[in-house]
């Protein structure tokens, strides 16, 4: 019998499979990111044929300089271990700008110019001035409007959502789905105050959260937290982590969420009756829980629907949209989820579907499965929204065999 107990580590090295040149570049991905968001607008701006005078140049210079070393400093103070606030209001408005910048930049100083050559608008040197000053004459007008979409009050959206299985006397069940409010360094406690009042005007059977409700641990956010226990459901207030949760002490939320008279849903489900006829209400923790060593956490849809009757309509809350798959092969009737936020800054829910089946609105998944994607009530991050509004959901279900009037 051989002995492998000494097998030398070269061996053993040798034989596993080298990683691929896009997997170490991606290592590279936070370094890399910034210099793109910084230099490329720098570059089209200032460089591509303006022949600004050299005051101007050097100024300009500076300024996106300024913001490439900022920028990640203040962010990693921000959101980093040490959550300085002060440090994130800065860092998180300079992301949310380079990434307008950039993207505007790449689109005018291609598109704009080429048109500007066909049209033969002016000399090089005028064309590339009329491209700078659109582009942040773009850039400004984006992110002033995307300031003012961030903070106001989401309007409220309604969608009919019809199940085959719901029974009629649970036609027009009023679900309202909060998600993805992200209190944060700003303090948005009068904004909390107001998206209650607005959710409680809409007189809701169910209201839910799917998670993401800070950036911090629930004792420092409290204050922002706090409205949600003034929101009013004839039936039941149920609530679902977020992956957020799991960067900010995960089980402090939960408590506080109980706390506030909402149920969590952590890995289990209950009942919701009307008419004679039922729905069982799910929920999971996040797909991300397991990762985090919390004892317990983990998104275990099993465990969620042990003990429902198979032959009931459910409606599952999971977080993110990817955990669909999961609940279309367990015949999950309804799954509804945020964290996309629409991509939140136009055009980034590109890079979102990358990762998610759906960015936004109901979409179908096998035979019987219904997904809907909020784009969130809140933001995370810089506080902007660009071609990607924020949401209160109303859904209304639909049984394919409402009840007969009197």
């Not at 860092?91 to 790449?106: H, K, M």
């Amino acid at each position: 019998m051989t002995d492998t107990s000494n097998t030398r580590p070269a061996e053993s090295e040798a034989r596993a499979p080298r990683q691929s040149p896009l997997h170490r570049l991606m290592r590279y991905i936070p370094l890399i990111a910034p210099v793109l968001l910084w230099a490329v607008p720098c570059w089209v701006l200032l460089y591509t044929g303006q022949h600004w005078p050299l005051p101007v140049t050097l100024a300009g210079t500076a300024v996106f300089v300024l913001g490439l070393i900022s920028m990640p400093l203040a962010m990693v103070r921000g959101h980093g271990r040490r959550q300085q606030d002060r440090a994130a209001i800065v860092g998180d408005p300079l992301l949310g700008t380079s990434w307008v910048l950039f993207t505007w930049s790449v689109l005018l100083g291609v598109l704009l110019r080429l048109a500007l050559t066909v049209t033969g608008v002016g000399e090089s040197q005028d064309r590339a001035r009329i491209v700078t000053w659109a582009v942040l004459g773009v850039a400004a007008a984006l992110l002033g409007w995307g300031y003012a979409e961030a903070r106001r009050v989401p309007r409220v959206r309604r969608v009919d959502v019809h199940l085959p299985r719901l029974g009629a006397g649970l036609d027009g069940l009023r679900v309202v789905l909060v998600t993805d409010t992200h209190y944060g360094p700003l303090d948005r406690a009068r904004w909390s105050e107001r998206v209650c009042e607005t959710v409680n005007g809409l007189e809701a059977d169910l209201v839910c959260h799917t998670g993401d409700i800070a950036d911090g641990t629930a004792e420092r956010r409290r204050a922002q937290a706090t409205p949600l226990g003034t929101v009013r459901a004839t039936r039941a207030r149920v609530y679902v982590t977020g992956n957020h949760e799991y960067y900010s002490e995960a089980q402090g939320w939960v408590d506080l969420m109980d706390e506030l008279g909402w149920e969590p849903l952590r890995n289990r489900h209950v009942l919701l009756e009307r008419g004679g006829d039922t729905l069982v209400v799910a929920g999971v923790d996040d797909v991300t829980a397991e990762s985090s060593g919390l004892a317990g956490h983990r998104a275990h849809l099993a465990g969620a629907l042990d003990g429902a009757d198979p032959g009931l309509p459910v409606l599952l809350l999971a977080h993110q949209p990817k955990f669909v798959d999961r609940a279309a092969a367990a015949g999950v009737d309804l799954q509804l989820s945020g964290h996309t936020h629409g991509g939140q800054i136009w055009p980034f829910h590109h890079l979102v579907r990358l990762d998610q089946p759906a960015v936004a609105g109901l979409s179908r998944h096998g035979s019987r499965t219904l997904l809907y994607t909020s784009r969130g009530t809140g933001f995370w991050g810089p506080p902007f929204r660009v071609f990607a509004p924020s949401e209160i959901t109303l859904l209304v279900l639909r049984s394919p065999h409402p009840p007969t009037s009197p």
